[in-house]
Structure formats: structure tokens, C-alpha cells
């Protein structure tokens, strides 16, 4: 069964203070890991796919990287337009002519204070 | 470009009374899913499909039923609701599902049973 763990469950940042949140997963056969970012009363907005380790994708101020076990979402320097829950979610290779779909984690809830 | 819409945005039902939530999509996608989404928990699949006619359960279908007559729409039908099914319902679409292209998201419709 796929599995996907998002940490921290929140977290609290200063303007211009960089960090990290990670996505770790269990999955058979990796497809693509995804990242949305998701704000108050909206649906999910697509950032990210990620296919094999290694990889890296940036945009603005984020940058996520994968590896075999686990993704990171750096951000560098956030702006208080940054604050969102930011979710994961793995798509595993399944058989030919078997849908594939998406797991998702429980996101991780970012604050940017000034 | 409207992407993914859902109708409506908020409903409340009592136990028992049954309802459709609509939504459509113009971006001619071939997948298109329901997932809902609870607190502390992550985005669960109810239904999917991936075409015109065809549709499968997802990880937690009871109580929802689905059909898909165009490419456009893929309503989903709660025939006699409960508590437990209060929850933020999302509905999804993408190019294939059986590719890894990611899913784009509407902004929800908040159900809530009393």
C-alpha cells in the first residue's frame, strides 16, 4: 500500500527565514511525486512533479528535490504571500492499462510572519 | 479558461436527503475524480474515471455513486446522506490516467449534514 507522511504538521517562519518540509513515501514503483499548494477555502494548485531521484524543480522562491525514499520543499527567503498548506502526493506505475492515482499526505501548514 | 468548476460552493443537508454535486471541466481531460478531504487527514478518492462511460471506485466509494456521460461533467451523487459525509468534496481532472500528468483541482464544494 502507498504511503505518504508529511512533516512538520506546521510550521512557523520570519520573513526571509529559510527552511525545509519533507515528504516521505512508501510506494511499489515510483510514477511521479507532486507538489500543490493549497490556501484557505480553495482547491489544490499544482507546483511541482518530480519523476526519479535526483531530480530538482524550481519556481520562485521553492525548490523541490527527490530522492528514492523522500521529497524536500525548500524555501528560500519566504514572503508572507508564501503562507499556505503545501501537500505531497505519490502516483505509483501500476499495470498496463491500470489507472494510476495519486496518494496524498496530510500537508504541512506554513505561516510567514513579517 | 475556467479549468475545473464545481457547483455549488456550500450546501447543507439534512440525514437522509440526497444531492449532486456537479463538476465540469473544459480543458477536454480524459481523467476526472472525486476525492474529500477531512481534517488531519489527506485527500481521499472516492470515484474516478477514465473516459467517457467508464468509472471504478476509489479508496472509499460508499455512499456516492458517479457516472460519466460526457468528457466535460462528472457529477457525484450522494443518495441518502449521512454525518459522516460532511466534508469538503474536490473534484480533479488530467490529461490521462494512465500518465503522469498532474491533476488540476476546483475550489471545493463544503457539504455539511446535520
Known amino acids: 500500500e502507498d504511503q505518504v507522511t508529511q512533516s512538520p504538521e506546521a510550521l512557523r517562519l520570519q520573513e526571509g527565514e529559510s527552511s525545509s518540509l519533507n515528504c516521505s513515501y512508501t510506494?511499489?514503483?515510483?510514477?511521479?511525486l507532486f507538489w500543490y499548494r493549497q490556501d484557505p477555502g480553495k482547491g489544490p494548485e499544482f507546483l511541482f512533479t518530480?519523476?526519479?531521484a535526483g531530480e530538482e524543480k524550481e519556481k520562485e522562491r521553492l525548490k523541490a528535490t527527490l530522492t528514492k525514499k523522500e521529497s524536500f520543499l525548500h524555501i528560500t527567503a519566504p514572503k508572507p504571500e508564501d503562507s499556505a498548506t503545501y501537500l505531497c502526493?505519490?502516483?505509483?506505475?501500476?499495470?498496463?492499462?491500470?489507472?494510476?492515482?495519486?496518494?496524498f499526505g496530510t500537508g504541512t501548514r506554513l505561516q510567514v510572519t513579517l | 479558461n475556467a479549468g475545473v468548476t464545481q457547483t455549488p460552493k456550500f450546501q447543507v443537508l439534512k440525514t437522509g436527503q440526497s444531492m449532486t454535486l456537479q463538476c465540469a471541466q473544459d480543458?477536454?481531460?480524459?481523467?476526472m475524480s472525486w476525492y474529500r478531504q477531512d481534517p488531519g487527514m489527506g485527500l481521499r478518492l472516492i470515484h474516478y474515471?477514465?473516459?467517457?462511460?467508464?468509472?471504478d471506485q476509489g479508496e472509499v466509494p460508499n455512499g456516492y455513486n458517479v457516472s460519466r456521460s460526457t468528457t466535460e461533467d462528472f457529477p457525484l451523487r450522494l443518495l441518502s446522506a449521512a454525518p459522516s459525509q460532511t466534508s469538503v468534496y474536490f473534484c480533479?481532472?488530467?490529461?490521462?490516467?494512465?500518465?503522469?500528468?498532474?491533476?488540476?483541482f476546483g475550489d471545493g464544494t463544503r457539504l455539511s449534514i446535520l
Open positions: 480533479a481532472s488530467s490529461y490521462s490516467g494512465y500518465s503522469n500528468q498532474p491533476q488540476h
Open positions: 510506494v511499489s514503483g515510483l510514477r511521479g
Open positions: 518530480l519523476y526519479s
Open positions: 502526493a505519490v502516483q505509483a506505475v501500476r499495470g498496463t492499462g491500470t489507472a494510476s492515482k495519486l496518494t
Open positions: 480543458m477536454n481531460h480524459e481523467y
Open positions: 474515471s477514465v473516459g467517457a462511460g467508464i468509472t
